[in-house]
């Protein structure tokens, strides 16, 4: 299980290099003009590829960046160019990485 305490040393380090976070215990409670950082607790989860499809649905410029210990499993059930799916455990020196090619001009949609 995930919790916010072992969340908060990667948020602030993307806060400390200027990004804004939130964080949330919901997927769908995620800001629709934001980039969706989803560490799962279960890919093999079936809600998590709907849940991440509606996310996406809402905002054509939305992205999704998914950290899971099985990456393979996601990327079968999840083929969008606008979704970033890293293995864990992930640093704060990846997710930045992955959030400058997620967010760069031309990727993506």
């Known amino acids: 299980m995930v919790t916010h305490v072992e969340l908060r040393p990667l ?3 993307l806060e400390d290099v200027g990004y804004v976070v939130q964080l949330i215990t919901e997927p769908s409670r995620a800001r629709t ?4 950082i989803w560490r799962l607790r279960n890919e093999a989860d079936e809600n998590v590829a709907d849940t991440v499809r509606l996310f996406l649905g ?3 410029d939305a992205r999704a960046v998914l950290v899971c210990e099985q990456p393979g499993v996601l990327r079968e059930r999840i083929d969008d160019a606008r979704v970033w799916v ?3 455990p992930v640093t704060g020196l ?3 990485e992955v959030l400058r ?3 760069s ?5």
């Not at 001009?105 to 949609?109: I, M």
């Open 33 to 36: 003009d934001s980039t969706l």
């Open 11 to 13: 948020a602030r380090y």
């Open 105 to 109: 001009p031309g990727r993506g949609a």
């Open 58 to 60: 809402v905002r054509g």
């Open 94 to 96: 990846q997710l930045v």
């Open 101 to 103: 090619d997620a967010l």
């Open 86 to 88: 890293v293995p864990a």
